[in-house]
């Protein structure tokens, strides 16, 4: 049923990748799928909190990747500045990891399980691990339920989240099947921009009212051109099929400006929003 959105001003950290100097921490990205980049040369994440709310942005979803550090008085002291400038961290989103590799799995599940305790000591309340990186198939729905599920009962202060993403939760088939096979144990993060075929809006439509939070994507309709008739349609679905959650924006274009571009979904997303 539809309803109102969310008008917190949201975004997903992957949205500020340029403004943060492309950082990767060592150790973080064990797939390769990002190249590690320990670069000082972008904004310091103490220092992001701040611009965060500078830009009137409320909440963020952090990408593990732009930790430097994971001892406890540095999260400490990433939490304060988070704290102090009023921006509700709402996700840790841990972008690496497959539970369903047929022979690192047990190794990946225990990885995730340190980044939960990390999202834990950051007082995160909700934790992002992908599903899986293998196909859909009977085995890896049901082996990637019981991994997500087991690492769920392992920090039960933490509700744990996947994502329609990568290459197991590939459409809306999967990703039912799999939060069948959790019984609830596992919610869902809906990002608006992992499907891409004709039918992306029906298969969106059929997760959304499903999701807990969400990344809302924005690429472009040429080079420098927002599609925002994408990013209405997207916004539209999640509305029409119930989403509560807030609306995190996810800047996914060419333009090194990525404050202004974020500003300007924002603006796009409003009609759709109020």
């Known amino acids: 049923m539809a309803h109102a959105l969310d008008p917190t001003k949201a975004l997903h950290t992957w949205s500020l990748f340029r403004t943060m100097g492309r950082f990767v921490a060592p150790g973080s990205a064990p797939s390769g799928v990002l190249t590690e980049n320990a670069s000082t040369d972008g904004l310091d994440l103490l220092e992001l909190p701040g611009q965060l709310a500078a830009h009137g942005f409320a909440s963020a979803q952090l990408c593990h990747f732009y930790l430097p550090r994971t001892d406890s008085s540095y999260l400490a002291e990433v939490r304060d500045a988070f704290d102090s400038a009023g921006v509700d961290l709402e996700v840790l989103l841990v972008d690496d990891g497959d539970v369903t590799h047929p022979e690192h799995g047990e190794q990946q599940q225990r990885w995730l399980s340190g980044w939960i305790d990390v999202a834990r000591q950051l ?7 992908p599903a899986g990186d293998q196909a859909p198939t009977e085995e890896t729905l049901a082996l990637s339920a019981r991994r997500l599920g087991a690492l769920a009962a392992e920090h039960p202060d933490l509700r744990v989240l996947t994502e329609n993403w990568k290459s197991l939760l590939v459409d809306a088939a999967s990703t039912l099947s799999l939060l069948e096979r959790t019984d609830g144990a596992i919610g869902l993060l809906v990002d608006t921009g992992n499907w891409t075929g004709e039918d992306k809006y029906e298969q969106l439509a059929q997760v959304a009212g499903r999701a807990e939070c969400s990344q809302v994507k924005a690429r472009e309709s040429a080079p420098g051109v927002l599609d925002a008739e994408d990013l ?39 009609a759709v929003i109020r």
């Open 232 to 270: 209405v349609r997207a916004l539209t679905v999640l509305r029409d099929e119930g989403y509560a959650g807030r609306i995190s924006y996810v800047y996914a274009g060419t333009d090194d400006d990525e404050w202004g571009r974020l500003d300007q979904m924002h603006e796009i997303a409003g």
């Open 123 to 129: 007082g995160v309340p909700r934790v992002r691990v």
